[in-house]
Nanobody, 116 residues
């Protein structure tokens, strides 16, 4: 029932920045958590960051803390992932997560490639 639209991926060089966007259908609520996971070729999907709409508290993976910033568009079910100082190891397909109660919905994924 929840549709997610992702955008912002692309090909960049190490040290560059990208800003991912994920817009979900539906209303915001205090029970809503949104964020991002990523999956590189040959690897399992891994956690990147999440934000609780109740208080906008964020959680980051150690690998991205200090470089990535997750934020929300207040009044909308939309989140942004600002990715700075990108590294080659950040290359992956990034998937947006919409979590309410025990129900998860995923975006189609957007490719981020960091290469010199």
């Amino acid at each position: 029932q929840v549709q997610l639209v992702e955008s912002g991926g692309g090909l960049v060089q190490p040290g560059d920045s990208l800003r991912l966007s994920c817009e979900a259908s539906g209303r915001t609520s205090r029970n809503l958590i949104m964020g991002w996971f990523r999956q590189a070729p040959g690897k399992e999907r891994e956690f990147v960051a999440t934000i609780k709409f109740a208080g906008s508290r964020t959680v980051y993976a150690d690998s991205v803390r200090g470089r990535f910033t997750l934020s929300r568009d207040y009044g909308k079910t939309t989140v942004f992932l600002q990715m700075n100082s990108l590294k080659v190891e950040d290359t992956a397909v990034y998937y947006c997560l919409h979590r309410k109660y025990e129900y998860d919905y995923w975006g189609q994924g957007t490719q981020v490639t960091v290469s010199s």
